[in-house]
């Protein structure tokens, strides 16, 4: 199979994946809006909950109501799909773009000397285990216990995230853990939701008394995904985000934006009950952008390797924080050539030309990216004319000659 049409496969399944990740998304916070905004009825003893809604020029009522064994409703919606296939083709994406290519997609070589294979049996093995944990936790006395049992997963979470993170690069540290948790997602639906709704279900249509507790885990579940929505969109969309996983102390940054997700979620359904909510959701975000900033303050570790100069050092930072680091890896990869061991080297090009890679040469690949194309790559980086400064340009230069002599 042909490199292009395993790239346009991949294009057709993300827009499908970010479709269907919407729609679930969607559903997850619409429903416990309306479930937040349901008005009481003293009168109808029949009614949890009422509420109207304008909506393209029309008005819908909305009421939930207990379920009478007699006079069942149908049909009976069940919004089960969106999730099934969000979680379908974030799989085949993660088989396609990761499993099936260079190692270095999923690994840092300056951290590790691990296989490729050997990585992604980590990775596939790591998302079935998670929700096996998580599962139990949730099926152990600890359920009786929401906060000590979110406590011991969060607990299990970071130690999980710092062992992967001392092997995986940055990048797919983020998207393995978020893989982790819309796993949860998914499989809370599949195996204990659905489940528990038909089974409360089946006992009203035979007559027989339905046992709550089916329902209140299914609710459970069900908020469990609520709360997880926020962060697992950073981790999914953080490729986009070099400053955050590019980052020496990314689990810190990765840590301070999921807890400040999850809490500002938690005042957006406090809204009704909590009048101050937004001013403690306006704090909330402002003291967690200062912590990622207090954080990418401090000092790097101190490497293995030779230390780098003044400028390179300004450089490497470039080269996290402008979007350098998502494509070119420490080794070459199918995504971009790698910068490492670069300087002072020839390099074929498209259309069999062959030039050195000296400081001219650097400079106007950054500048003008598809000037000179690498062989073997497509023209796919942007040109950094007018985005990078000249001095910035020089601490690229600078960095990636440090590191092509260590």
Same mark, same amino acid.
């Given at each position: ?11 057709v399944?993300?827009?499908v ?36 809604m304008l ?37 085949t994406?993660?088989?396609? /773009?990761?499993y $099936?290519?260079?190692?270095? !997609?999923?690994?840092? #070589? ?5 296989? =490729?294979?050997? *990585? +992604? ?30 406590a ?10 710092n062992?992967i ?17 819309? /796993?949860t997602? $998914?499989?809370?639906?599949? !195996?204990?939701?659905? #489940? ?5 279900? =089946?006992?009203? *249509? +035979? ?57 500002i979620?938690?005042m ?18 402002t003291? =967690?952008?200062?912590g ?5 303050a ?11 100069s ?10 996290a ?5 998502a494509?070119?890896q420490?080794v070459a ?18 259309g ?5 890679a ?9 500048l ?15 040109g ?6 000249d ?16």
């Open positions: 199979m042909s490199p292009e049409f395993v790239d346009f496969f991949n294009v399944f993300r827009f994946h970010v479709v269907a990740a919407i729609m679930w998304i969607g559903d997850s916070l619409l429903f416990v809006w309306m479930e937040q905004n349901l008005i009481k009825d003293a009168k109808d003893k029949q009614s949890l909950g009422h509420m109207n909506h393209g020029g029309g008005v819908f009522y909305l009421q939930k109501r207990v379920l009478d064994p007699t006079n069942l409703p149908k049909p009976l919606h069940e919004f089960k799909w969106q999730s099934y296939t969000t979680w379908l083709s974030g799989f994406l993660l088989v396609t /773009t990761f $099936t290519r260079s190692g270095t !997609l999923l690994l840092d #070589p300056s951290k590790t000397d691990m296989l =490729a294979w050997q *990585a +992604s049996l980590i990775s596939l093995v790591s998302i079935i285990l998670g929700w096996v944990l998580y599962d139990q936790v949730w099926q152990s006395p600890l359920k009786k216990y929401p906060a000590a049992a979110v011991v997963l969060a607990t299990a979470f970071l130690i999980y995230a062992w993170n001392g092997f995986f690069n940055g990048r797919f540290v983020y998207l393995q853990l978020g893989a982790m948790l819309a /796993t997602m $998914t499989a809370n639906v599949f !195996l204990r939701i659905i #489940p528990n709704q038909k089974k409360f279900m =089946a006992e009203l *249509a +035979s007559g027989k008394p339905h046992n709550l507790e089916y329902g209140r885990q299914a609710k459970l579940r069900s908020m469990m995904n609520h709360y997880v929505t926020f962060p697992v969109i950073f981790l999914m969309l953080s490729s986009h985000a070099p400053v955050t996983y590019g980052d020496d102390h990314n689990l810190i940054i990765m840590c301070i934006i999921i807890v400040g997700l999850v809490l979620k938690w957006m359904n406090l809204y009704q009950s909590f009048s101050e909510w937004l001013y403690v959701s306006i704090t909330i975000f003291m =967690a952008v200062f990622v900033v207090a954080v990418k401090l000092p790097a570790p101190p490497s293995s390797g030779p230390p780098l003044a400028e390179a050092a300004l450089g490497q930072q470039v080269f924080t402008k979007g350098c680091i494509c070119h420490p990869s199918s995504i971009a050539p790698s910068v490492h061991g670069l300087y002072g080297r020839e390099r074929a090009l498209v069999g030309e062959k030039v050195v000296d400081e001219a040469y650097l400079t106007e690949s950054i003008y990216s598809n000037a000179k194309v690498v062989e073997g790559f497509a023209p796919a980086m942007p950094f004319e007018g985005v990078l400064s001095e910035e340009v020089s601490q690229l230069v600078e960095y990636i000659k440090a590191i092509s002599n260590p």
